[in-house]
């Protein structure tokens, strides 16, 4: 959260020429209302059985750009799923910026409580493993958006490009 998932994927899908899909703001549109409720009427575990169904809604379709919500990745199937249908792009930051940019965190449900640096250390911690897992990962501290969405343009060619085929003599092309 406050890493610039839904920043970067916004400016990232108009440089492609693609859609953008905020699966946060898909969910809210459903459901009728905002986050901090789901998350207070329903509960976390709710919240999860949403997202899953959305995403894989939302895998099945093509040429989008797509901004999970950063605990996505903690699912299994989730975690298989993105890796498995898209380039997956992990966006960090240290918790000092994450702080900062998640201003009062009122509509951060996962940051309720009184010592918010630590929930989000915390949640870091939690989520360290699966982040690693992306295809890329970038750190956005000292980087602006543009930078963010030229270092994930570049980096799609890497993953999406064949690999060199043998040739018939059963050495690789030169």
Not at 22 to 46: H, N, S, T, V, W
Not at 67 to 90: H, I, W, Y
Not at 125 to 141: L, N, S
Request: proline share 5%.
């Amino acid at each position: 959260m406050a890493v610039g998932k839904s920043v970067v994927g916004r400016k990232l899908a108009r440089r492609l020429g693609w859609r953008f899909v905020d699966i946060d703001r898909a969910i809210e549109e459903e459901q009728g209302m905002k986050l901090p409720e789901i998350f207070e009427r329903e509960g976390e575990a709710y919240f999860r059985k949403l997202e899953k169904r959305k995403l894989g809604d939302i895998l099945s379709e093509e040429n989008q750009v797509i901004a999970t919500g950063g605990g996505a990745v903690v699912d299994d199937e989730n975690l298989r799923l993105l890796k498995q249908k898209s380039f997956l792009v992990c966006l960090t930051a240290s918790p000092e910026t994450l702080l900062r940019r998640s201003g009062s965190g009122k509509d951060r449900p996962l940051l309720e409580g009184d010592d918010r640096r630590k929930r989000i250390e915390a949640l870091l911690a939690r989520r360290r493993e699966r982040y690693a897992e992306a295809h890329i990962c970038i750190d956005t501290d000292s980087l602006s958006v543009e930078e963010v969405v030229d270092k994930i343009i570049k980096a799609i060619p890497e993953r999406t490009a064949p690999s060199p085929l043998p040739s018939p003599s059963g050495r690789g092309r030169g």
